[in-house]
């Protein structure tokens, strides 16, 4: 159940990266925020793994598929969108 508040977590976050882009410039601006997003969502996974790890006690060999999965959904999303809006 976590991972799919993170992974939701992950789309709101990807929602608002397109709307100040839209805000910003239009389609071009959506496309260039939607680039802007995967660092931000990196840094959001990583610390979703960091706790994992701190707090949980998983071990990182544990969490780290987790990691590869919540980055990976909204990270492909915003790069369907990229490529959509070329």
């Known amino acids: ?4 508040i993170v992974v939701a977590l992950g789309f709101s976050l ?3 990266c397109a709307a100040a882009g ?3 410039g239009g389609a071009a601006g959506v496309r260039t925020f939607a680039l802007w997003f995967l660092p931000l969502w ?4 990583g610390i979703n793994m960091y706790l ?3 707090r949980s ?3 990182v060999a ?3 598929p987790i990691f590869l999965l919540v980055f990976a959904v909204p990270a492909l999303v915003a790069l ?3 490529w959509k809006l070329q």
């Open 1 to 4: 159940m976590h991972t799919l």
């Open 14 to 16: 990807l929602a608002l």
């Open 22 to 24: 839209f805000v910003f």
């Open 42 to 45: 990196f840094v959001g996974a």
């Open 52 to 54: 994992g790890v701190a």
């Open 57 to 59: 006690g998983y071990s």
């Open 62 to 64: 544990d969490e780290a």
């Open 80 to 82: 369907l969108l990229w």
